[in-house]
């Protein structure tokens, strides 16, 4: 009787793996599963799964006998009928006659900023929570200015979310924000922070831009920025088309490559 001890990604991940190397079938062995594996989020907190794979004990002689195949029946016969049938009513069925008046589907009104905000915080405060990350919510207000909700947290891990250009705390703010568009659609933008980093990253942005307008109203062509995330593209547009009304901007690429392009109006 063989038994080996299996770890994967998922529990089905260490199925497949167990059964290849033991050279069985599924329905030749018996799975306890040991630990549950754990995706965690954006590869923070991951755990594999963990089984034990044994071999069933088979009664009487290891032959195993080929049952014959059995006559089918004629009832798949009847449902195809039957499915004729009701397709030819549908044929046969005639539009109602006279003017139907279609309702006007209601508008979405706008979600409460102070409910957005507080739905923010339990979303962003279960994804910390799943990565096994210490934090504290240090601030949550509304930026009447510029239009947004802004939530900052401490960690002592703050720079697994601001390392490698912003990557992982800007995918927690697409996370927060999709996960709110689904119940509470129109929203109020929420931004999520920490170690100052937005304030950082804009300030460097600005310089850039800086750097960008002044090529472009020396030269009159068209300037092209590195390629940036979504939030940072938004940021620059804003800027342009606030302080610079002899410019604009437009967007080119696709995923990760998409990058601004300022240009004379």
């Known amino acids: 009787m063989k038994e ?15 059964l290849k190397k033991l050279s069985l079938r599924r329905d030749q062995v018996e799975i ?20 034990v794979l044994t071999e069933k004990k088979w009664k009487g002689s290891d032959t195993q006998t080929t049952a014959k195949p059995t006559k089918q ?11 004729r049938n009701w397709n030819s009513k549908q044929k046969e069925a005639k539009p109602v006659q006279g003017n139907v008046q ?8 706008p979600a409460k900023t102070a409910d957005v905000m507080e739905n923010a915080k339990s979303i962003l405060s279960q994804m910390l ?14 930026d009447k200015k510029a239009d947004k909700i802004i939530i900052r947290f401490d960690s002592e891990d703050s720079g697994l979310f601001t390392n490698k250009n912003g990557t992982g705390i800007e995918s927690i703010q697409y996370l927060v924000n999709a996960i ?20 950082r990253k804009e300030k460097d942005i600005l310089k850039i831009i800086e750097h960008a307008t002044r090529a472009v109203q020396q030269t009159a062509k068209p300037f092209r920025l590195d390629p940036m ?3 940072q593209r938004k940021f620059v547009h804003g800027i342009i088309k606030k302080d610079y009304p002899k410019l604009k901007t437009l967007s080119e690429g696709d995923g990760r490559w998409r990058k601004i392009v300022i240009k004379p109006v």
Do not use: C
């Open 229 to 231: 995330s979504a939030p």
């Open 73 to 83: 029946t004629k009832a798949p016969t009847k449902k195809k009928t039957s499915e």
């Open 4 to 18: 080996l001890k299996v770890e994967g990604k998922t529990i089905q991940n260490a199925i497949d793996k167990g």
């Open 102 to 109: 279609k309702s006007a589907a209601p508008q979405p009104q």
């Open 32 to 51: 306890v599963v040991i630990k549950e594996g754990k995706k965690g989020i954006l590869g923070i907190g991951s755990k594999k799964a963990s089984i």
């Open 129 to 142: 929570n799943l990565m096994g990350v210490s934090f504290n919510i240090t601030e949550a207000n509304y």
């Open 180 to 199: 709110i568009n689904r119940t509470m659609k129109p929203h109020t933008p929420v931004q999520i922070d920490t170690a100052n980093y937005w304030d």
